[in-house]
């Protein structure tokens, strides 16, 4: 199928109304068996006796026919067969099919059946332009719009089978599922149900021709989305294909762009997806997102990196000499809940808890169901957190503290209570370890729900972690301070000011906390900490507007040689004004060089700008900081220019709702199905298509064989 329209939209598929019913076609079967060749007109094939339908209209029937007993009755209803070629063609009663086979087979005849219809057409404008002066105008008008309804059909037929196959196009880019899909038969079988007369596309056509037209069109429309980007970070996602076990890496972009119409706003962009070799990994990547920065016109763009962790991952940003390398809080997070849970105690009581949920199956499920109704509490299944995430832990752990009172009482009783203690599972430090969990899932929550940039949030949120969730108080269990000990490790190790490169992280979260309307009073820092942070703000708004300075004179020197000599306006006051003040002897005294005015008037101005933007009221914690800039950016002329430096580089390597919940698993699921000739087109087209802050469709991590109601839903809620 021809792929006419470069714009792809999606269609919703009309079911062909005009088909014959069951008792339609068996009313025609019982009709008189005498010979049909009347209706036969066009060459018969070979060994076949074929008639029309008897109650043919179209002039495609000249060529097509149902095939004949030795009297003349038609033997199968559901076969026909075209008189060119003889193939058997499935009819189920349109001939949308039949002129499809036609246009794709027999040019030649299709032609003289677009001729007949053309014909046909003039006879009936004919005809009613004789009868225009005796016919009343509404049966004229009626013959008019049957004509211009003939007229169009052919045409209705082609535009809806392109629209079909703009639509598929489009299912599998969007929805990143793999070529092959169109050859699966459920997949024949949904689309002969939309329409019988269309044929898909096939996996060869999507991959070679459609696949890539498409990404050539979303590659050229974000190429020119980015051209106005003065800054932005970028992120690296590393992730493997199980099934064809290789490594890959998927190269993002961020920036935060203003618009007088629309104010500040986010972009993010997916740029490219590369295989990561084995051999020398820091130097094929390096050299990989290299490639990727100067294809994409971003090299001296870069503000940043945000990624995982990984050593290699690490070393490429270093020979980037990229000015940051921001570690993701997500996977930081993840990593300290892995090997607090790894703690030999801590691991032996989710254990013991984990156990004690699969006890209550069948029987004990029910008895735990009856315990419930008898404590009057909600009539849920317990929650197991194999192969999840620590929310799901979180999660599990909960259900049994809500459940106390009926697990404890049917445990009690139960034939197999004799594999846990005579008080079940220590149920103080699963308190305990619900307390240090809560506010990790409240961090969790704050920066999935966000929609704006978070790196502002990563100091303050540290900050309340370490001091104070974190923090061990004189009553604790030796299991929970082992815990608190060993998540404050890590997240301090990966933010410390130990080494230069914390050093950088610091001074860069720093600043861009000091830009958040809501965090700028930076109570977590000394005031010589935080007169540092001004101090750099102070220069990085000086260099900007030297930078416009400079690029301001490179301007107008331009234009100046541009113009004939004489055009060139004469300055003469402005010389005699120069002379006058050399002759003054106060000059010595009161002028300065142009290089001394000049920093002294950008340093007042930023410092005055400064000192506007602090006097400003403090943003409220759930309000928008970005919002607040959008309509204060006419107050600042340069903070918003340093905010689009530091903003740009996120908190994250991967969007949070893939870090925190089951859509980072969807995601796996998908990619893992994707020829590797295509993933780097495919992976573009899906992560461009959607929103960055879209969640993939999940379904409910719940393991509840009860209602559906008072279900855990996702870890995050």
């Known amino acids: 199928m021809r792929n006419e329209s470069p714009r792809l939209s999606n269609v919703q598929p009309v079911l062909q109304s005009s088909r014959f019913s069951i008792s339609e076609g068996i009313q025609v079967d019982c009709l008189r068996k005498e010979p049909m ?30 095939d004949t007993d030795a009297d003349g009755c038609i033997l199968h ?53 004789s009868r225009i002066k005796t016919e009343p105008t509404s049966l004229h008008a009626q013959q008019q719009s049957q004509d211009i309804n003939l007229r169009q059909s052919l045409d209705y037929e082609n535009r809806r089978h392109n629209d079909l196959t703009i639509a598929i196009v489009n299912f599998i880019c969007e929805g990143l599922y793999p070529a092959s899909i169109v050859e699966e038969p459920t997949f024949k079988t949904l689309m002969s149900t939309v329409d019988p007369g269309y044929s898909p596309p096939s996996k060869s056509d999507l991959a070679v021709k459609m696949v890539p037209q498409m990404y050539c069109r979303t590659r050229d429309t974000v190429f020119s989305e980015l051209a106005g980007v003065v800054n932005c970070g970028v992120t690296t996602d590393l992730w493997q294909s199980q099934t064809q076990n290789r490594t890959y890496i998927s190269l993002s972009m961020h920036s935060v762009n203003y618009s007088c119409a629309t104010g500040f706003s986010m972009t993010n962009k997916c740029l490219k997806t590369f295989e990561v070799q084995e051999d020398n990994t820091a130097e094929n990547i390096t050299r990989a997102m290299y490639e990727a920065f100067v294809e994409w016109g971003i090299t001296h763009k870069v503000s940043g990196a945000t990624t995982n962790g990984s050593v290699d991952i690490v070393k490429a940003c270093s020979l980037l000499e990229l000015s940051v390398e921001m570690p993701c809080l997500g996977h930081t997070i993840n990593r300290a809940m892995d090997e607090a849970f790894q703690l030999p105690r801590v691991d032996s009581f989710l254990g013991c808890c984990r156990k004690l949920v699969d006890h209550f199956r069948e029987p004990a499920m029910y008895m735990l169901r009856e315990k419930q109704k008898q404590h009057g509490l909600a009539q849920c299944a317990l929650i197991t957190d194999r192969g999840r995430t620590w929310l799901a832990t979180l999660a599990m752990l909960q259900r049994l503290k809500e459940q106390q009172a009926a697990v404890t009482s049917t445990y009690m009783e139960s034939s197999s209570s004799h594999h846990f203690s005579s008080d079940g599972p220590n149920w103080a430090l699963l308190e305990a370890l619900i307390e240090v969990l809560q506010p990790f ?17 990563v100091r303050p949120v540290l900050h309340m972690l370490l001091n104070t969730t974190l923090k061990v108080k004189e009553g ?39 830009l958040d309307p809501r965090y700028k009073k930076l109570p977590f820092l000394s005031t010589q900490e935080r007169s540092k942070v001004e101090s750099n703000i102070i220069e990085e708004a000086k260099a900007i507007l030297e930078k416009q300075m400079s690029e301001r004179s490179c301007d107008d020197f331009s234009l100046v040689s541009d113009e004939p000599p004489s055009k060139k306006p004469a300055p003469l006051r402005e010389s005699s004004a120069g002379s006058a003040t050399q002759d003054n002897p106060l000059a010595a005294i009161f002028c300065q060089s142009d290089a001394d005015q000049s920093q002294e008037e950008l340093h007042a101005q930023v410092v005055e700008e400064l000192s506007n933007y602090k006097s400003q009221r403090v943003l409220g914690l759930n309000e ?71 969640s993939e469709p999940c379904e409910d991590d719940v393991d509840n064989p009860w209602e559906g109601h008072c279900a855990l839903g996702r870890p995050l809620e």
């Open 37 to 66: 060749e009347s209706k036969s007109s066009g060459p018969s094939c070979s060994g076949l006796n074929l008639v029309a339908h008897p109650r043919a209209k179209s002039k495609v029937w000249k060529y097509f026919g149902f």
């Open 476 to 514: 604790d269990l030796k299991e929970i301070s082992m815990t608190k000990e060993v998540i404050s490790k890590v997240l301090s190790s990966t933010y410390s000011q130990n080494s230069q490169l914390s050093q950088e992280i610091s001074a860069f979260l720093n600043i861009a906390t000091f």
């Open 441 to 457: 899932k409240v961090v969790a929550n704050m920066i999935t729900s966000c929609r704006y940039p978070t790196i502002s949030m």
């Open 624 to 694: 928008d900081p970005l919002l607040w800039w959008s309509s204060h950016a006419p107050l600042f002329p340069t903070l918003p220019k340093v905010l689009q430096k530091y903003w740009c580089v996120p908190a994250t390597s991967v969007p949070c709702h893939r870090l925190f919940s089951s859509s980072g698993a969807v995601l796996c699921g998908k990619r893992n199905r994707i020829a590797p000739a295509l993933v780097d087109q495919q992976v573009f087209l899906y992560e461009n298509s959607r929103s960055y802050f879209e």
């Open 77 to 129: 209803w559901k076969r026909i067969y075209c008189r060119v070629c003889m193939s058997q063609i499935a009819y189920s009663g349109n001939t949308s099919n039949l002129s499809y086979h036609l246009e794709k087979n027999h040019p030649v005849e299709f032609s003289e059946f677009v001729k007949s219809n053309t014909d046909q057409m003039r006879e009936a404008f004919a005809t009613a332009f």
